[in-house]
């Protein structure tokens, strides 16, 4: 037997119940997205320092050839930790976007069904 997702039920429409679900699981997916940015991040943090670590023991020892290959690797190890922060602030964003539509929807719900918001 088929749902009809459209009958109206006692508090609010069945579509509603399916939408709400279906944000709640996106934003499950966007939060488990943000924790692996966050330790992706933190990691190319570490290489960052690490490659920066290793330039300056070459500069301190002179080793000029050394130097150039350390300092260019450096500055990829930047240029993708900019990528990783970008990727997780743009998640972050995201998730506020979510959790914010998310909080409309039952707003507009609760307005519909008659409840004033005040306890």
Same mark, same amino acid.
């Given at each position: 037997?088929? =749902?009809? *997702?459209? $009958? &109206? %039920?006692?508090?609010?429409? !069945?579509?509603?119940?399916? #939408?709400?679900?279906?944000?709640? +699981?996106?934003?499950?997916?966007?939060?488990?997205? =943000?924790? *692996?940015? $966050? &330790? %992706?991040?933190?990691?190319? !943090?570490?290489?960052?320092? #690490?490659?920066?670590?290793?330039? +300056?023991?070459?500069?301190?020892?002179?080793?000029?050839?050394?130097?150039?290959?350390?300092?260019?690797?450096?500055?990829?190890?930047?240029?993708?930790?900019?990528?990783?922060?970008? +990727?997780?602030?743009?998640?972050?964003?995201?998730?506020?976007?979510?959790?914010?539509?998310?909080?409309?929807?039952?707003?507009?719900?609760?307005?519909?069904?008659?409840?004033?918001?005040?306890?």
């Amino acid at each position: 037997m088929a =749902s009809d *997702l459209r $009958r &109206r %039920t006692g508090d609010g429409s !069945a579509v509603h119940a399916a #939408e709400s679900i279906v944000s709640s +699981a996106r934003l499950g997916e966007l939060h488990e997205c =943000s924790a *692996l940015l $966050r &330790r %992706t991040r933190m990691r190319a !943090a570490d290489i960052v320092d #690490e490659a920066r670590t290793l330039l +300056a023991e070459a500069e301190r020892h002179g080793h000029a050839d050394r130097v150039r290959a350390l300092r260019e690797q450096l500055d990829q190890a930047r240029r993708s930790y900019a990528k990783v922060l970008d +990727a997780y602030v743009a998640i972050c964003g995201k998730i506020t976007e979510e959790r914010q539509a998310i909080i409309r929807a039952q707003v507009e719900l609760d307005r519909r069904s008659g409840l004033s918001g005040v306890a």
